[in-house]
């Protein structure tokens, strides 16, 4: 009801002079005052002060004001929804589902079943949806409920989660199986020479000895490669800090990785001394890695070469070419992973693990480095390391 001080008393007598002024020109009394009524119900209504906004409602906008102030720098992807519409988003909620989400309905922003049916529940709860930005990403829903219909939707990033366990368990299963192998032909060839030892043939024995002998130390390469990866892994957060001759370092260990057999086939060229900050035995196992696969497949009596230049003022570039055969683009990509193995057979006939590119590219990040393979089919690879010289490690990383 109006305040009675509000009224407009003056323009109320006006309408009550105007009724008087019909039934004197025989207007009628009931039609004068019927309208003197409506007249003056109008001014009523029209001096009383608007009602004032709700209480409610002035509190969700500014709780959700106030919330999306608090979220915004957040990293995960926040959303407030109001009566299930996106009241509040984000950066990252911007980012991951598009800054159209505000004011839309949250069901047709994430189109997902699992978390549509999370919303309809109007619970606190959580849901897991793939594909919500790509095909294989995975993301977890929280929902949090809030008085006055609003609710609070953060979105969790399980991709990496994922990922790792998956690539934990293709790890243990290939693991298995190239331990498995040269195990098994050990075995084998240990029970044939102990059935057979009184009537087998000495040259035959000797092969058989052989075979195992080979076989055994291609299974201790295989758990030594293991245990380095796992020690690099262990201390990738680690920044090594002790200044190294990389120069002289990586003449001593492609010398060592040739052997006196191939040293003839190494063309070492070096413009300068170069300082590095690392871990001497893991750049020396770095250099030895990529000397050995170059000398293997790289073509028989071709040169390969070790080329040490300066990059720009603060990084120095390690260049390992052979002439080989090349390798086809769609393998480069995949070159780093555990026991991959552009020809399996060829790889394991030379004595390789499928582990020394992914112990490269371990020791590379764990020196705040950078790795690149380029290769062409009928002219050979080339692989590029590139390392941050003594003083600058501390700024690249």
């Known amino acids: 009801m109006g305040d009675r001080s509000s009224f407009p008393w003056p323009a109320a007598g006006l309408a009550l002079a105007a009724g008087i002024v019909m039934i004197v020109s025989g207007a009628g009394v009931a039609l004068a005052f ?150 098994a032909s050990i075995l084998g060839y240990v029970e044939t020479l102990q059935d057979d030892a009184d009537d087998l043939d000495p040259a035959m024995a000797k092969r058989f000895l052989g075979t195992i002998e080979r076989e055994g130390r291609r299974l201790q390469d295989l758990v030594s490669d293991l245990m380095s990866l796992s020690r690099i892994e262990a201390e990738k957060d680690d920044l090594p800090s002790d200044p190294i001759d990389f120069t002289a370092l990586v003449r001593r260990a492609a010398l060592d990785a040739a052997g006196p057999e191939r040293t003839a086939r190494l063309a070492i060229e070096t413009e300068t001394d170069f300082t590095v900050c690392g871990d001497v035995q893991q750049l020396e196992q770095l250099v030895r890695n990529l000397v050995d696969n170059a000398l293997k497949y790289g073509g028989e009596d071709t040169p390969v070469s070790i080329h040490l230049q300066p990059q720009g003022s603060k990084r120095v570039r390690l260049t390992v070419a052979d002439q080989g055969e090349g390798i086809a683009p769609e393998h480069i990509p995949h070159l780093t992973r555990r026991f991959y193995r552009t020809d399996p057979g060829r790889s394991r006939a030379s004595g390789g693990t499928g582990l020394g590119l992914a112990i490269v590219k371990h020791i590379v990040e764990r020196h705040r480095g950078r790795l690149d393979i380029e290769s062409t089919l009928g002219e050979g690879t080339r692989v590029a390391v590139l390392l941050p010289i003594e003083n600058e490690a501390e700024d690249e990383a």
């Open 34 to 183: 019927a309208v003197t009524l409506l007249w003056m119900g109008t001014l009523w209504m029209v001096g009383s002060p608007a009602p004032p906004p709700s209480a409610g409602v002035e509190q969700e906008a500014m709780s959700a004001e106030r919330m999306g102030e608090l979220f915004e720098f957040s990293d995960s992807p926040i959303i407030v929804t109001r009566r299930n519409r996106v009241a509040v988003a984000n950066r990252a909620a911007r980012k991951l589902l598009g800054p159209h989400i505000i004011e839309q309905d949250v069901r047709m922003a994430l189109r997902q079943p699992e978390a549509i049916s999370l919303i309809d529940r109007d619970t606190d709860g959580f849901a897991v949806i793939r594909g919500l930005a790509r095909r294989q990403d995975i993301w977890r829903i929280n929902r949090k409920t809030l008085e006055g219909g609003m609710a609070v939707i953060e979105f969790v990033n399980r991709t990496a989660e994922a990922d790792t366990a998956r690539a934990h368990t293709d790890f243990v299963a290939n693991a298995s199986h190239e331990l498995r192998t040269p195990l």
